[in-house]
């Protein structure tokens, strides 16, 4: 009896997921992920602050160019989308209402951070990609100490 | 939304319709999360003119409205009616293959 009403009812509607988290493991988390993404757009900012057009007209060395620009550029927005996402996670998954008697200016931090990564998504800006890496230093340290921990901020660059 | 959900449980709702549903303190429901493109589930727990604040059951591991505050009641979707926890589904799987 029941299976058929299951049946029918699922055959009738289409099932859609639902969760009761944003994202993965409950508990899980490490601002390693966003430190990383960081410093993909910083190496893709420096690199694309690097890269010269060719100084001739020849078509081929044009398109390696512009092929290039593009990779470079797309890898920026593309991590810079993504430190933003690994910030936001930290910021409404972890950290809890009690975290911000600690940490007064976490939501100051967190929210300049963010706009560092909007900012170093649109533009070519190396200034702005030392300082989100600076941004992402200070959410590691408040991430470590409302853990107990002083772990060191160690770049893979 | 442990323990009252786990993962994997399926759940029935019915459609929130703005002008003719009732929405209830202590209800589940299913709604648009108001950043990303997925769909929440969570318990009603105050509820205003146009808006609703959900929390999670697991408190301590749940994303709501302490940290997205209100949800517009035009992100509701449906109110949860029965659930069917995810051992008992495995158990009543082989009559759905039937």
Same mark, same amino acid.
């Given at each position: 009896m029941l299976s058929k009403f299951l049946k029918s009812n699922l055959i009738k509607h289409k099932a859609i997921k639902v969760y009761a =988290?944003? %994202? +993965?493991?409950? +508990? #899980? !988390?490490?601002?390693a992920s966003a430190r990383v993404a960081a410093e993909a757009v910083l190496s893709m900012t420096k690199k694309l602050i690097d890269l010269s057009p060719p100084e001739n007209t020849s078509s081929e060395e044009w398109a390696s160019y512009s092929n290039t620009f593009s990779r470079y550029v797309a890898v920026k927005e593309d991590q810079a989308k993504e430190t933003k996402k690994e910030i936001l996670i930290l910021w409404t %998954? !972890?950290?809890?209402? #009690? =975290?911000l008697e600690t940490f007064p200016d976490l939501h100051e931090t967190i929210w300049k951070a963010t706009k560092l990564c909007s900012a170093c998504k649109v533009n070519i800006d190396l200034k702005q990609a030392e300082e989100l890496m600076t941004y992402i230093e200070r959410i590691h340290n408040i991430f470590w100490q409302s853990k107990g921990r002083s772990d060191a901020f160690v770049k893979a660059s | 939304m442990e323990p009252s959900l786990i993962d994997g449980d399926i759940v029935f709702f019915r459609k929130y319709l703005k002008n003719k549903s009732t929405l209830k303190t202590g209800q589940i429901i299913i709604f648009k999360h108001p950043i990303d493109e997925i769909h929440l589930i969570k318990r009603v727990k105050t509820i205003k003119e146009f808006s609703v604040e959900v929390f999670g059951d697991n408190k301590k591991c749940s994303t709501d409205s302490d940290f997205f505050g209100f949800i517009q009641k035009s992100k509701v979707l449906g109110i949860v009616t029965t659930s069917i926890s995810k051992k008992n589904f495995k158990t009543l799987s082989p009559f759905f293959n039937s």
């Open positions: =988290h944003c %994202d +993965g493991p409950c +508990g #899980v !988390y490490d601002p %998954d !972890y950290f809890k209402p #009690v =975290h | -």
